[in-house]
């Protein structure tokens, strides 16, 4: 019962229980009002009134829990069917996608090979039709290549209308119960889910990121917000900050329509690109399901050999805290890391079009080396035009990943400014 309504009647009398049919005919025989006392329907009225805000409050006040609510919720149990697994592969790999079926037969997953995008073997008219004009000068041929292989099959998910599928890479190393963790994992994801990575590196803390980790977020944009004082959203799942790799994640078939909506043209990264998309319900695995080999003499994203000036480099970067950094994003080789192309420059006037490939190694131990110069020449300038050489690099990220925004870029500009024209100006010695 909502309310009862009382009866004009009753109010002169005592107040007497009665059931349904006794309720109804006292209902229809009840004395009419008389003349002269208009005050008991108005009585009647406030009565009515009181009560209707009475059961009112006692809805609204009722607890609510906010939670979201899993895929698996609503749905009749019976025997949970795997999605497809659909493993990403170029033709001339043979080797690897020999080294895939072992790992694959290890848990006797059964796996798909998709054949990747060669960049190298794109004409030009297909590199004008599937490239952004910044990845056409900007990018390795590696890199668009793997762009435009993930681009592929997130539009194979919705033409062919594939509910869920797992994308792995041919690099990728399943960990123990996989199959096992991706069902509890399914079970436990949210309906409006786009995107779940089953293995990830970057930014990945599952309560709250470290401020130095968050200079990741800064070089690269596109850093998520925590959906509360944790990341953490549920027993398996949590939102990471700022993720990257491909290596292994799950999309749905909702996902993968917003992913090829979004990015129709392969521009950067295609993790960097994708996951940075604020639209995209994106989640994390809390318990890895994978991980992926980080060969350092194997990269389809970089090129092959050594860097010059390793040595020096590498100490540079060590002492600058990026190696301490990379091994905290979950970069187990840090020569992998070392080797991943940040862009790549045209040479001018190269008919073969030829690119100088800058690497995430030698191109941040370059800032450390220009701030250290400040000690030696006790000038801040060295300190300037390394803020300006910061700027430069967040600002050719930034615009191939499409995650740009003015602020940080002005902040480096202001600081850089500082720097050269802050020591004359207050009479400093330096």
């Known amino acids: 019962a909502v309310f009862a309504v009382p009866q004009v009647s009753s109010?002169?009398?005592?107040?007497?229980?009665?059931?349904?049919?006794?309720?109804s005919s006292r209902f229809v025989d009840a004395e009419p009002e008389a003349p002269g006392r208009p005050g008991l329907w108005l009585g009647a009225c406030a009565a009515f009134v009181a009560t209707l805000a009475t059961a009112t409050c006692k809805l609204s006040l009722k607890p609510q829990r906010r939670r979201?609510?899993?895929a698996a919720e609503g749905k009749s149990t019976g025997t949970w069917t795997r999605p497809p697994v659909l493993v990403v592969n170029l033709d001339k790999s043979k080797e690897r996608w020999q080294q895939c079926t072992e790992e694959f037969a290890k848990q006797n997953v059964q796996a798909e090979r998709f054949p990747a995008t060669l960049g190298k073997a794109l004409t030009e008219e297909e590199r004008m039709e599937q490239a952004t004009f910044g990845a056409r000068y900007f990018c390795t041929a590696g890199m668009i290549g793997c762009f435009m292989s993930h681009l592929r099959m997130w539009r194979k998910v919705v033409d062919e209308d594939i509910p869920a599928v797992v994308v792995l890479e041919d690099d990728v190393v399943l960990?123990?119960?996989f199959e096992k963790k991706l069902k509890v994992l399914m079970e436990d994801l949210p309906q409006d889910w786009d995107v779940c990575l089953l293995g990830a590196v970057g930014c990945i803390n599952q309560e709250q990121e470290a401020l130095n980790m968050k200079s990741y977020g800064l070089l690269t944009g596109g850093g998520r917000p925590s959906p509360g004082k944790s990341r953490t959203i549920s027993e398996h799942l949590f939102v990471p900050y700022r993720p990257a790799g491909t290596h292994a994640y799950l999309v749905s078939r909702k996902g993968a329509e917003f992913l090829k909506n979004q990015c129709p043209k392969a521009r950067y990264h295609v993790d960097l690109t994708a996951w940075s998309l604020t639209d995209l319900k994106l989640y994390c695995a809390k318990d890895f399901l994978a991980t992926q080999r980080f060969d350092e003499t194997d990269t389809t994203v970089s090129k092959g050999g050594a860097p010059l000036t390793k040595r020096f480099l590498r100490w540079a970067w060590s002492i600058g805290g990026f190696a301490e950094m990379a091994r905290k994003a979950g970069c187990e080789n840090l020569t992998w890391a070392w080797k991943t192309a940040v862009f790549a420059l045209p040479v001018p006037f190269s008919r073969?079009?030829?690119?100088?490939?800058?690497?995430?190694?030698?191109?941040s131990s370059l800032w450390v080396l220009m701030m250290l110069a400040c000690i030696p020449l006790k000038s801040?300038?060295?300190?300037?035009?390394?803020?300006?050489?910061?700027?430069t690099i967040i600002f050719t990220i930034r615009w191939l990943a499409g995650t740009q925004k003015p602020l940080p870029i002005l902040s480096l500009a202001s600081l850089s400014a500082a720097c050269f024209l802050a020591p004359a100006r207050l009479g400093l010695p330096w």
């Open 352 to 363: 073969s079009h030829r690119r100088i490939i800058v690497e995430a190694g030698p191109s």
């Open 380 to 391: 801040l300038k060295p300190a300037g035009f390394a803020f300006a050489y910061l700027g």
């Open 175 to 177: 960990y123990p119960d």
């Open 68 to 70: 979201l609510t899993s």
């Open 11 to 23: 109010l002169r009398g005592p107040v007497t229980a009665s059931g349904p049919s006794q309720l």
